[in-house]
């Protein structure tokens, strides 16, 4: 449990890095990503060619960001369960022939299900990179500036927060159930629901007295916003790169194009 309370702010601890892509506006990068998102869950379910060339996106902001690919592939894995069950039931139920490969037949199911993995390999490492390049505070206050509903951004950093201090208590009490237990492995079904009720009221009183301190340290709901630095040339072309690539790929078929050139040459 230890492991799991590091693992979760491990990615954020990556966001003081220096590279150029941890320089540039928070806005900008924010922007960028919805963006990439929008135009890729605006494809078709049966088109997933037409998202490769996405794939640039984050192949090149992990490298410019010097952001370990392993790090990030581990935590796209804890969505590819939700996915799969997606589509799956497409599989199962969109049984009509799409095309034959060597006289097999691929079903619409089995075409749209690689378009749900592919959407969400792409969607998860865009705010994955995101979140690694920059720091959450600098995430909810362009959010603010953007007139995003407040309690959204609330529940965002509170969740995000209170998780570690969720674990960090689960992690006390186990330790103390195993030490007064003769070190048991886990917690026994009989005692599962005291367990769970005991966690309830300590994370609860926990989480209030967190809240007290961030109030006496000056923390309030209605957050004021913070004077953001200007937007730099360098800032300006990265975001307009990505528009670009992202509106080019959407409204022209660019493998269509690549295969006409090679079998017009031939």
Known sequence: MKNATKNLYALEQLSAGGTCVHRLHPLVKLMAAAVFIVTVISFDRYAPMRLVPYIFYPMILTALSETPHSMLLKRVFIALPFCLFAGVTNVMFDTAAAFTVGGVAVSYGAVSLVTILIRMYLCVMAVLILVSVTPLSEITGEMRRLRVPNIFI????????????????????????????????????????????QLLIRSLDRAERVYNAMACRGYALQNTLRRSRRLTPGDIIFLAVVLILCATFRLVDVNRLIAAGIFGGV
């Open 154 to 197: 609330i529940t965002l950093e509170m969740t995000y927060r209170y998780i570690g201090v969720l674990l960090n208590e689960a992690y006390s009490m186990i330790t103390a159930y195993r030490l007064r237990g003769g070190n048991k492995k886990g917690v026994d079904i009989r005692d599962m629901g005291s367990f769970a009720g």
